[in-house]
């Protein structure tokens, strides 16, 4: 119902409020929308969600393709004017030349303005599975001669941005499993707490306190140095995940625990008692939508910590590891001020990184407000 | 009164303890003993040690008990003679290589504190106040990227602009002209220069973070019913302002102090390591890759056991500025 | 010569929300006036208007609502005179009423002081700041305002918290923040309701004997009518956003003429009720909240004499006879001669 009339007041735009008759999911929904950069995030979020499903079609190339070409190449802009100012309706990206350094006697590619690549769509290009099933071989764009590559390549020629793309997936599926693991931890740990009280809630909340007051990213640190390095890329993919939630649960247990002790004792769930209403309805009536909204704020908020510890471990290579291809792996390849001096742009996988968790900090805060209705 | 601060130094006693333990088992995670590694890092300079001579080395150094007799060992020779053991990637004591590496952490750490407390405070403040003005959206933006850039890559960016357009090195303390010079004047300013970056990278989120607490700290005591009864009794608004809500907010965010020297501690070593600082940062991540676990665990214990005392104080920052508290 | 002019005239005090552009009206056309010495007590239902228009008085409306239309005339006892509609939230001007010529003291004694400053500096404020006094002194005078207010050991308590003391203690020294400059109105918004019942006694006599003793006018904002029969000198009844009758306590409570005053007096539980088998009579229905008050004349839906012809579709006539006056259509039959 609640669901059926939020929709039907979206199409009213103009229908006066009433906070007074509202559900309170309404209300949160009303609240959420207000926030804009909360529905930017959402957007964001979508776009993302695209990668993550489309990577293959969405790149031009295969992650692994290495283009001899066009190595340590800088990113090619596509362009709408040519050098002479003229309009094309189909964008372009000039031309590079390999040229023999003569000085370094290194290989090096220089702009061709003169000639166009001319940027297609839905081209042909390397074969590949979607969702690993449907063999197709379209890619979202292309050139059908020369080569693009809109964020360079790096040192070994391979194509920055399909493999950013690429990342997607792994980045945010570690943050999502993780965020997965530590809140099915939090929600057992936090409820068994709240639940049975007493000694065990007292046990759990010293191990909390404990673990909040030492630095955890050098704990990290240390347990991903401590995997073994004969593992192989997968194992190493779970167990870092695994490490990472393991940290992450803290925050949800004690909103849990807190949650639950404070609204038990509550007014309306006494009322709620003595009119007659069972245990599960309680529960599911009354104490669940009284605290899931702060339970989804928290995971908004464990989502980018998470993201940003596998970013940081894999940059300094003790997270994930090739052949795996995160944001942090790649960026990997920008450890030191040398390599960063020659190829700024393999800082890019950062930039997409930064726009993750701004989506979701976005999303969180939007979640925050709405999840607290009735305040200002 | 005092019955808290006795159960404040009994929990640290503890939470110390605990920590001990934890940075041991983290030691012993390391696969491979110190005996193993020894045998094989031999082996590959072309030395032949036999597995008698590995089994030898093992019972000589008591990697043959059982952990919590190695435990005790490790940490009554920490506490009673201040031995750390030995890191044998620097071939010298741990503690040695620790201590002259450990004043610039805490200088960094500490100099990040303040720079963070001194623009939160205000900013935050500033936001409350004028909230939803340009200018409040204009922190929010920089709090929200400050809070999403990785410091690592904030580093990397700093360093490689610092390079590009004024052409200095920003890795090290030094400028390379000042880098033997006997102090003056100079080279302090030098120094200072040089410190201002790992800084500002590593108290970005914080600062970021705390601007949001205090200005939703602030907000929050603004709506208060104390706040519109000192108002009737006829405060401006300045004074107002002064003397409850942002002295209200200063209680949370002094109570802060202890996870804000956390974050630091955690981020430091990273910074360090890519700014390639003469600090413990490229200390224990070096240990780390090269499982030189003597000196990781002992830095771990370092880094916990200063949030540790950090927490402590700031506790007691918090009984100083609320008397809630201390009439407990 | 005439009488001395009132301390308050409200005249046509409306009050509104502002929310996305559209205006909604909180409480319309309300008037009073209070005398020098005199106590008025506001009374209605929790949603009335009543508490909001207390603030208005002082410019204290939070932000999302302003006053629309009026005049809030006061004229303290030392020759000052001022609208306060028209000085606006902030500046010197307010400031220098708030405090000073009128005084507050609002419903929770709990959360009207800060925490983390001692009661005395609390009060002692006050004067620093309207009087330019020295710290000294100021303490000095907040120390005479505690032993006024009957709290024990008045120097000691200067420099205790307010969590040291309790809700009655607390509502004391509220009471002597707000009398310390010797206030020409002091406004009281629910000052007893969360309080327990003993101590409501000991507040309400206390404010009666202070009244004697500064001689300042009380605006008594309350919806407890045995509170209004002990303290009051004249009432006015609110409904709705709207003042629907006013007039002197004792003829009120006689004769009341508006249709809600009567039910609400019904609704009082009084002692004998028992052995006179009178049964208490609940007002049917609820108070309508803001976004849907009702056209015309606001109690009509619950009205048992509404005429639904002329009330739903028109404001009440307003029938005066001496102080005693009704907006109500049966106002002039039903006013006592």
Same mark, same amino acid.
Request: charged share 20%; glycine share 8%; hydrophobic share 50%.
């Given at each position: 119902?609640?669901v059926?009339?939020?929709?039907?007041?979206?199409?009213?735009?103009?229908?006066?409020?009433?906070?007074?008759?509202?559900?309170?999911?309404?209300?949160?929904?009303?609240?959420?929308?207000?926030?804009?950069?909360a529905?930017?995030?959402?957007?964001?979020?979508?776009?993302?969600?695209?990668?993550?499903?489309?990577?293959?079609?969405?790149s031009?190339?295969?992650?692994?393709?290495?283009?001899t070409?066009?190595?340590?190449g800088?990113p090619?802009?596509?362009?709408?004017f040519?050098?002479?100012?003229?309009?094309?309706?189909?964008p372009?990206?000039y031309?590079?030349?390999?040229?023999?350094?003569?000085?370094?006697?290194?290989?090096?590619?220089?702009?061709?303005?003169? +000639?166009?690549?001319?940027?297609?769509?839905?081209?042909?290009?390397?074969?590949?599975?979607?969702?690993?099933?449907?063999?197709?071989?379209?890619h979202?764009?292309?050139?059908?001669?020369?080569?693009?590559?809109?964020?360079?390549?790096?040192?070994?020629?391979?194509?920055?941005?399909?493999?950013?793309?690429?990342?997607?997936?792994?980045?945010?599926?570690?943050?999502?499993?993780?965020?997965?693991?530590s809140?099915?931890?939090?929600?057992?740990i936090?409820?068994?707490?709240?639940?049975?009280?007493?000694?065990?809630?007292?046990?759990?909340?010293?191990?909390?306190?404990?673990?909040?007051?030492?630095?955890t990213?050098?704990?990290?640190?240390?347990?991903?140095?401590?995997?073994?390095?004969?593992?192989?890329?997968?194992a190493?993919?779970?167990?870092?995940?695994?490490?990472?939630?393991?940290?992450?649960?803290?925050?949800?247990?004690?909103?849990?625990?807190?949650?639950?002790?404070?609204?038990?004792?509550?007014?309306?769930?006494?009322?709620?008692?003595?009119?007659?209403?069972?245990?599960?309805?309680?529960?599911?009536?009354?104490?669940?939508?009284?605290?899931?909204?702060?339970?989804?704020?928290?995971?908004?908020?464990?989502?980018?910590?998470?993201?940003?510890?596998?970013?940081?471990?894999?940059?300094?290579?003790?997270?994930?590891?090739?052949?795996v291809?995160?944001?942090?792996?790649?960026?990997?390849?920008? +450890?030191?001020?040398?390599?960063?001096?020659?190829?700024?742009w393999?800082?890019?996988?950062?930039?997409?990184?930064?726009?993750?968790?701004?989506?979701?900090?976005?999303?969180?805060?939007?979640?925050?407000?709405?999840?607290?209705?009735?305040s200002? | 009164?005092?019955?808290?601060?006795?159960?404040?130094?009994?929990?640290?006693?503890?939470?110390?303890?605990?920590?001990?333990?934890?940075?041991?088992?983290?030691?012993?995670?390391?696969?491979?003993d110190?005996?193993?590694?020894?045998?094989?890092?031999k082996?590959?300079?072309?030395?032949?040690?036999?597995?008698?001579?590995?089994?030898?080395?093992?019972?000589?150094?008591?990697?043959?008990?059982?952990?919590?007799?190695?435990?005790w060992?490790?940490?009554?020779?920490?506490?009673?003679?201040?031995?750390?053991?030995?890191?044998?990637?620097?071939?010298?004591?741990?503690?040695?290589?620790?201590?002259e590496?450990?004043?610039?952490?805490?200088?960094?750490?500490?100099?990040?504190?303040?720079?963070?407390?001194?623009?939160?405070?205000?900013?935050?403040?500033?936001?409350?106040?004028?909230?939803?003005?340009?200018?409040?959206?204009?922190?929010?933006?920089?709090?929200?990227?400050?809070?999403?850039?990785?410091?690592?890559?904030?580093?990397?960016?700093?360093?490689?602009?610092t390079?590009?357009?004024?052409?200095?090195?920003?890795?090290?303390?030094?400028?390379?002209?000042?880098?033997?010079?006997p102090?003056?004047?100079?080279?302090?300013?030098?120094?200072?220069?040089?410190?201002?970056?790992?800084?500002?990278?590593?108290?970005?989120?914080?600062?970021?973070?705390?601007?949001?607490?205090?200005?939703?700290?602030?907000?929050?005591?603004?709506?208060?019913?104390?706040?519109?009864?000192?108002?009737?009794?006829?405060?401006?608004?300045?004074?107002?302002?002064?003397?409850y809500?942002?002295?209200?907010?200063?209680?949370?965010?002094?109570?802060?102090?202890?996870?804000?020297?956390?974050?630091?501690?955690?981020?430091?070593?990273?910074?360090?390591?890519?700014?390639?600082?003469?600090?413990?940062?490229?200390?224990?991540?070096h240990?780390?890759?090269?499982?030189?676990?003597?000196?990781?665990g002992?830095?771990?214990?370092i880094?916990?056991?200063?949030?540790?005392?950090?927490?402590?104080?700031?506790?007691?920052l918090?009984?100083?500025?609320d008397?809630?508290?201390?009439?407990? | 010569?005439?009488?001395?002019?009132?301390v308050?005239?409200?005249?046509?005090?409306?009050?509104?929300?502002?929310?996305?552009?559209?205006?909604?009206p909180?409480?319309?056309?309300?008037s009073?006036?209070?005398?020098?010495?005199?106590?008025?007590?506001?009374?209605?239902?929790?949603?009335?208007?009543?508490?909001?228009?207390?603030?208005?008085?002082m410019?204290?409306?939070?932000?999302?609502?302003?006053?629309?239309?009026?005049?809030?005339?006061l004229?303290?006892?030392?020759?000052?005179?001022?609208?306060?509609?028209?000085?606006?939230?902030?500046?010197?001007?307010?400031?220098?009423?708030?405090?000073?010529r009128?005084?507050?003291?609002?419903q929770?004694?709990?959360?009207?002081?800060s925490?983390?400053?001692?009661?005395?500096?609390?009060?002692?404020?006050v004067?620093?700041?309207?009087?330019?006094?020295?710290?000294q002194?100021?303490?000095?005078?907040?120390?005479?305002?505690?032993?006024?207010?009957?709290?024990?050991?008045?120097?000691?308590?200067?420099?205790?918290?307010?969590?040291?003391?309790?809700?009655?203690m607390?509502?004391?020294?509220?009471?002597?923040?707000?009398?310390?400059?010797?206030?020409?109105?002091?406004?009281?918004?629910?000052?007893?309701t969360?309080?327990?019942?003993?101590?409501?006694?000991?507040i309400?006599?206390?404010?009666?004997?202070?009244?004697?003793?500064?001689?300042?006018?009380?605006?008594?904002?309350?919806?407890?009518?045995?509170?209004?029969?002990?303290?009051?000198?004249?009432?006015?009844?609110?409904?709705?956003?709207?003042?629907?009758?006013?007039?002197?306590?004792?003829?009120?409570?006689?004769?009341?003429?508006?249709?809600?005053?009567?039910?609400?007096?019904?609704?009082?539980?009084?002692?004998?009720?028992?052995?006179?088998?009178?049964?208490?009579?609940?007002?049917?229905?609820?108070?309508?909240?803001?976004?849907d008050?009702?056209?015309?004349?606001?109690?009509?839906?619950?009205?048992?004499?509404?005429?639904?012809?002329?009330?739903?579709?028109?404001?009440?006539?307003?029938?005066?006879?001496?102080a005693?006056?009704?907006?109500?259509?049966?106002?002039?039959?039903?006013?006592?001669?």
């Amino acid at each position: 119902m609640a669901v059926l009339d939020t929709f039907g007041l979206l199409k009213r735009k103009k229908a006066v409020r009433r906070p007074d008759l509202a559900t309170q999911w309404q209300l949160m929904w009303w609240k959420f929308k207000q926030h804009r950069l909360a529905m930017v995030g959402m957007a964001l979020l979508g776009l993302f969600g695209l990668c993550v499903l489309f990577a293959e079609a969405i790149s031009p190339y295969a992650p692994g393709e290495r283009d001899t070409k066009y190595v340590t190449g800088s990113p090619m802009m596509p362009h709408f004017f040519d050098a002479e100012g003229n309009f094309h309706l189909r964008p372009f990206v000039y031309a590079r030349k390999a040229e023999r350094d003569l000085v370094t006697l290194r290989m090096k590619s220089t702009v061709d303005t003169s +000639q166009h690549w001319e940027i297609e769509f839905f081209v042909r290009g390397s074969p590949y599975k979607l969702f690993g099933l449907i063999p197709m071989d379209i890619h979202l764009f292309g050139t059908r001669e020369g080569f693009i590559h809109l964020f360079g390549t790096d040192f070994t020629g391979l194509d920055l941005f399909s493999r950013t793309i690429h990342a997607c997936r792994a980045s945010l599926g570690v943050a999502f499993v993780g965020v997965v693991i530590s809140f099915l931890l939090g929600a057992a740990i936090g409820g068994a707490a709240g639940y049975f009280g007493g000694t065990l809630d007292n046990i759990v909340m010293r191990v909390i306190e404990f673990i909040r007051s030492i630095p955890t990213l050098p704990l990290w640190l240390a347990l991903a140095a401590a995997l073994p390095r004969e593992w192989g890329a997968l194992a190493t993919y779970l167990a870092v995940t695994i490490i990472l939630s393991l940290l992450g649960w803290t925050w949800l247990a004690r909103t849990v625990r807190s949650k639950l002790l404070a609204t038990r004792h509550e007014d309306f769930v006494l009322a709620a008692r003595l009119s007659g209403c069972s245990d599960y309805r309680i529960i599911r009536r009354h104490l669940l939508p009284s605290f899931l909204s702060y339970l989804i704020v928290d995971t908004s908020i464990a989502f980018p910590e998470i993201l940003l510890a596998e970013t940081s471990l894999s940059f300094l290579g003790l997270g994930l590891r090739e052949p795996v291809e995160s944001w942090g792996v790649l960026l990997f390849a920008a +450890q030191s001020i040398r390599s960063v001096d020659q190829a700024p742009w393999l800082m890019i996988p950062g930039i997409f990184v930064i726009v993750a968790v701004l989506a979701f900090n976005f999303v969180g805060d939007g979640l925050r407000d709405a999840a607290d209705p009735y305040s200002r | 009164m005092i019955a808290y601060l006795a159960r404040r130094l009994v929990y640290m006693v503890f939470t110390l303890l605990a920590v001990s333990v934890v940075s041991f088992l983290i030691v012993q995670s390391a696969p491979g003993d110190f005996a193993e590694i020894y045998a094989a890092r031999k082996a590959a300079a072309g030395a032949i040690i036999s597995q008698a001579e590995i089994e030898n080395l093992r019972v000589s150094l008591g990697l043959d008990q059982p952990w919590h007799i190695q435990y005790w060992r490790w940490i009554s020779n920490i506490v009673l003679h201040n031995d750390w053991g030995t890191s044998w990637e620097w071939k010298r004591p741990v503690g040695e290589v620790i201590w002259e590496r450990m004043p610039l952490t805490l200088g960094i750490a500490f100099s990040t504190l303040f720079f963070m407390y001194a623009i939160s405070i205000p900013v935050g403040i500033y936001s409350a106040v004028r909230r939803y003005s340009i200018g409040d959206h204009a922190v929010s933006i920089v709090g929200y990227l400050g809070l999403a850039t990785p410091n690592f890559l904030l580093a990397l960016v700093l360093m490689y602009l610092t390079q590009k357009y004024f052409g200095q090195s920003v890795g090290g303390l030094f400028s390379p002209k000042f880098q033997n010079e006997p102090w003056s004047w100079a080279k302090l300013v030098d120094l200072l220069q040089h410190l201002a970056v790992p800084v500002i990278v590593l108290g970005m989120s914080g600062t970021a973070f705390l601007i949001r607490a205090m200005r939703a700290a602030v907000l929050d005591e603004l709506d208060k019913m104390y706040v519109l009864s000192a108002k009737a009794s006829g405060l401006s608004p300045m004074k107002l302002l002064v003397r409850y809500p942002v002295r209200m907010a200063l209680n949370p965010i002094a109570s802060t102090l202890g996870w804000r020297l956390t974050y630091v501690i955690s981020g430091a070593p990273i910074v360090g390591y890519v700014m390639a600082l003469p600090d413990t940062g490229p200390l224990f991540l070096h240990s780390l890759l090269d499982q030189d676990m003597l000196l990781a665990g002992a830095l771990i214990f370092i880094y916990c056991a200063l949030t540790i005392i950090g927490t402590l104080v700031s506790d007691l920052l918090l009984v100083a500025l609320d008397p809630r508290i201390r009439l407990e | 010569m005439n009488a001395p002019q009132p301390v308050l005239d409200v005249v046509d005090l409306s009050i509104a929300l502002g929310q996305d552009g559209a205006r909604i009206p909180i409480t319309e056309d309300v008037s009073f006036s209070i005398a020098r010495g005199e106590v008025l007590a506001l009374v209605g239902e929790s949603g009335s208007g009543k508490s909001i228009t207390a603030l208005a008085l002082m410019q204290l409306l939070s932000r999302s609502l302003f006053i629309a239309k009026g005049r809030i005339q006061l004229r303290a006892v030392d020759g000052f005179e001022a609208d306060i509609a028209a000085l606006g939230r902030d500046g010197k001007a307010i400031e220098a009423i708030r405090g000073a010529r009128m005084g507050m003291i609002f419903q929770e004694p709990m959360s009207s002081f800060s925490p983390i400053h001692t009661i005395g500096a609390q009060i002692a404020e006050v004067v620093e700041i309207h009087e330019r006094v020295s710290r000294q002194v100021a303490r000095a005078r907040a120390a005479e305002l505690l032993a006024k207010v009957g709290i024990p050991d008045p120097k000691g308590a200067l420099d205790r918290y307010p969590s040291e003391f309790s809700g009655g203690m607390r509502q004391r020294a509220m009471i002597a923040r707000a009398l310390i400059c010797s206030p020409s109105l002091l406004i009281a918004d629910e000052p007893t309701t969360a309080l327990d019942v003993t101590i409501q006694g000991q507040i309400l006599d206390l404010l009666r004997k202070l009244q004697h003793e500064f001689g300042m006018a009380i605006l008594f904002i309350t919806h407890d009518l045995g509170i209004v029969a002990q303290m009051a000198d004249r009432v006015a009844i609110m409904y709705a956003g709207r003042i629907v009758e006013s007039g002197p306590v004792g003829e009120m409570f006689r004769q009341p003429a508006h249709p809600y005053t009567r039910a609400l007096l019904a609704a009082v539980p009084r002692l004998g009720d028992l052995d006179q088998r009178r049964k208490i009579k609940p007002i049917a229905g609820s108070v309508p909240n803001i976004f849907d008050a009702p056209s015309g004349c606001r109690f009509h839906p619950r009205c048992p004499v509404a005429d639904p012809a002329r009330c739903a579709s028109q404001l009440p006539p307003v029938h005066a006879r001496g102080a005693h006056a009704v907006a109500c259509i049966h106002g002039k039959t039903e006013l006592p001669a």
